[in-house]
């Protein structure tokens, strides 16, 4: 009988055999090709995408879309990607979410109430920060300052803590924004107040393994990168009077710089080769820092990127971002001066994928793609968002930044997440 079984099989598998490649490719592909973009701008936080490729140029409709899900919520969280899954946050039934949906088909897996409350203010309710993802664990802050670890599985909550009533942070006039970053077991914030700005938490656990020290001033709406300088890994961290570094191992301070922020602070900063640039709006401007020493040495501050919250991004040695100052800018990183300005779109949010920015008008939704070029803005089609919310508040827009990976463009409007195909050849 064993025998016969064996022989039904060999059959069969000679029968199947010069199709087994067809097969590994089919079934195959989206396990074992599959990119993954676990958090905030991506793998690095440089927001490039890991696709080598994009459609281009658009049709005259825009990309195919794919899906459109009315389940996250309202809020202005964005999107991390693994595994075919796809994270994001939203308020909805009394409280904030962290949710769950099939990257591919839009459905939703599962979603876990973070925060009982909902943070409200005038240009949006709802939370503003992207999930961490982290081997089998999410970790996500509501936007009063509830930081959880969930189950990637089910959405079950491991642990909480509070920023504000547990680690003495304050909640800044827009809520809490940042994006936590993962450092092999910590889970590193910015709580903000006299206990330290920053703190580090065991992430299995939650429990307190350090506060920032040398540093005591209040949080603001940035999000930190860790970095290697001369062999030193330093966390970089963007507030309203300044930029500073700690050392990821024990908080200690290791330097820090004046800036010249008001209002509020928001973009996340950027580093190449032992050069760190930041940027803020309200007619903040930027500057460009060399590292070395105890103190950084100023390379420049001027007013060709005031970049108001729509990101920037570094393309070979050229930073493209919006600018409240004259539209789309491309900045030279190294010397600060201005290559080109765009005012063919007005404001927004931009990503970055294969050679193309895609940039994201935040009044009217419509989403461009535009070659990442010092030779001028060099658009190559372009599409409007739709459906779009009817629950946005007046003084609120399209703000969420735009991911891309594995061929598929997901972007935000309140409770409409989107996803479109933009898959290369």
């Given amino acids: 009988m064993a025998g016969r079984r064996v022989s039904f099989w060999s059959c069969h598998l000679m029968k199947i055999k ?7 490719l089919a079934f195959g592909q989206s396990l074992l090709c599959a990119e993954n973009w676990p958090q905030w701008r991506g793998e690095k936080r440089d927001d490039h995408s890991p696709d080598k490729s994009i459609l281009n140029p658009w049709p005259a409709a825009g990309p195919v879309q794919k899906w459109v899900s009315k389940e996250a919520g309202l809020g202005y969280s964005g999107f991390s990607v693994a595994d075919d899954q796809l994270f994001t946050m939203g308020a909805a039934d009394g409280g904030e979410q962290v949710i769950c949906v099939e990257a591919l088909t839009g459905a939703r897996k ?48 491991l642990w909480k803590v509070d920023l504000v009533a547990e680690l003495g942070g304050k909640l800044q006039g827009w809520g809490y924004t940042e994006s936590v970053l993962i450092d092999g ?19 299995m656990t939650g429990k307190v393994l350090w506060r920032s020290t040398g540093i005591k001033e209040e949080a603001q709406y940035s999000s930190p990168i860790l970095i290697t300088h001369e062999g030193q890994r330093q966390v970089i961290q963007l507030l309203t009077k300044t930029v500073f570094a700690v050392n990821p191992d024990n908080g200690e301070l290791l330097w820090r710089s004046d800036f010249s922020g008001r209002v509020a602070v928001i973009p996340t900063p950027i580093y190449q080769d032992g050069h760190l640039y930041v940027t803020a709006g309200y007619g903040t401007g930027c500057r460009m820092f060399k590292l070395g020493g105890k103190q950084p040495e100023v390379v420049y501050e001027n007013n060709v990127m005031v970049n108001h919250h729509g990101g920037v991004i570094l393309v070979d040695g050229k930073l493209y971002g919006h600018s409240d100052k004259g539209g789309w800018t491309c900045q030279d990183f190294l010397t600060g001066e201005k ?22 008008e935040e009044k ?9 070029s010092k030779e001028g803005w060099k658009e190559e089609g372009r599409f ?26 997901y972007l935000r409007d309140q409770e409409f997440v989107y996803a479109y195909d933009v898959k290369g050849s």
């Fill in 18 to 24: 010069p199709f087994l490649p067809l097969l590994i």
């Fill in 110 to 157: 599962w979603a876990a109430k973070l925060d009982g409350r909902i943070y409200e203010n005038n240009w949006g309710n709802g939370p503003r920060c992207t999930p961490t993802v982290d081997g089998d664990q999410i970790y996500a802050l509501s936007g009063s300052g509830i930081l959880g670890c969930l189950s990637r599985k089910d959405g079950s909550i």
């Fill in 185 to 203: 077991n910590k889970v590193i914030c910015t709580p903000g107040g006299d206990q330290g700005t920053m703190a580090a938490l065991d992430k």
């Fill in 339 to 360: 290559v080109w300005k765009s005012d063919v779109l007005d404001k927004g949010a931009v990503g970055y994928a294969a050679g193309h920015l895609i940039c994201v």
């Fill in 364 to 372: 009217s939704g419509v989403v461009a793609l535009v070659k990442a």
């Fill in 384 to 409: 409007t968002l739709t459906p779009q919310t009817t629950q946005r508040k007046p003084q609120g827009k399209i703000w969420v930044h735009p991911v891309i990976v594995n061929g598929m463009l």
